[in-house]
């Protein structure tokens, strides 16, 4: 019997499956499963991206997935690196995707494999495009994108009840849409960002934010290899940034954060462990 201070036992949600993804665990011959590694650290996995480097056939890799995740791979694997790198050399996003369903119109279990979450800056849209142009299934396997293992690793939240109700992830990598951010409201006080590739934009990235009223004095934290055993966090300012991220001559990938700095717990365990490094 149900009442108005009871509940009745809900039933099971149906699994889905189609083109549009899928919430079944195993790798399926013919389809392509887009998935995230992390940041970095392979015990950041989920299990189901864990399940998916045992199971598959073919793995096309993006260049900041780690090494320690790559050793995961199930010895039948082909491993085929498709990154890229920002100014750099690279492998075009046309040919990953002809790869792509070439491997999965063989009939192999291709597990695309991306660092951070695959729908946070991963082209994901082009691949997804391409899979059902060619009528291939696929499946989207999550994983933690860079924004969060850096917040974390500093000790702060993306959102704070009181100082910023919203964050805004932005990339400066693509200058050209970069321009077009709304620069008067990130530079209101209290105010969060993550920039993702920024290390290139950060004098871009000062003068727009000093151009509409922000603060010289807003805190800016860079972390760099977020969540791996060489992890860096630099702490600065606004007015310092292009200044400070030269001298720290980062090599790995960053995370940029705007109206954040590391809390001092979280610093002192940092130092801690440089120190014993």
């Not at 995740?69 to 890229?84: N, R, S, T």
Request: charged share 20%.
């Amino acid at each position: 019997m149900t009442g108005p201070d009871t509940l009745a036992p809900r039933a099971p949600l149906p699994m889905q499956t189609g083109a549009c993804g899928s919430v079944a665990a195993a790798l399926v011959a013919g389809e392509v499963a887009f998935a995230g590694s992390g940041p970095g650290d392979p015990e950041l996995l989920t299990l189901k991206v864990a399940r998916a480097l045992l199971q598959a056939d073919v793995i096309l890799f993006d260049r900041l997935v780690s090494d320690e995740i790559m050793a995961l791979a199930g010895p039948q694997a082909q491993l085929e690196d498709v990154g890229k790198e920002g100014f750099g050399p690279q492998v075009s996003q046309e040919e990953i995707c002809a790869r792509m369903v070439a491997h999965a119109r063989m009939g192999k279990k291709v597990l695309r494999l991306k660092s951070g979450d695959p729908t946070v800056y991963g082209r994901l849209d082009e691949e997804l495009t391409a899979c059902e142009e060619a009528g291939i299934a696929y499946q989207i396997l999550p994983g933690i994108t860079a924004a969060s293992a850096a917040v974390a690793s500093i000790g702060q939240s993306l959102t704070q009840r009181g100082r910023n109700a919203s964050v805004r992830f932005l990339t400066g990598h693509d200058m050209k849409g970069f321009a077009d951010h709304d620069w008067a409201a990130l530079a209101r006080p209290g105010e969060v960002a993550a920039i993702y590739m920024g290390k290139k934009s950060a004098r871009f990235v000062q003068g727009r934010l000093i151009m509409h009223g922000a603060d010289r004095a807003t805190p800016m934290t860079i972390v760099e290899n977020a969540s791996r055993a060489n992890q860096r966090v630099i702490e600065t300012t606004l007015e310092r940034l292009p200044t400070d991220l030269a001298a720290a001559e980062l090599t790995g990938p960053a995370l940029t954060f705007l109206g954040l700095a590391p809390r001092a717990s979280a610093q002192a365990l940092t130092d801690l462990k440089l120190e014993l490094a």
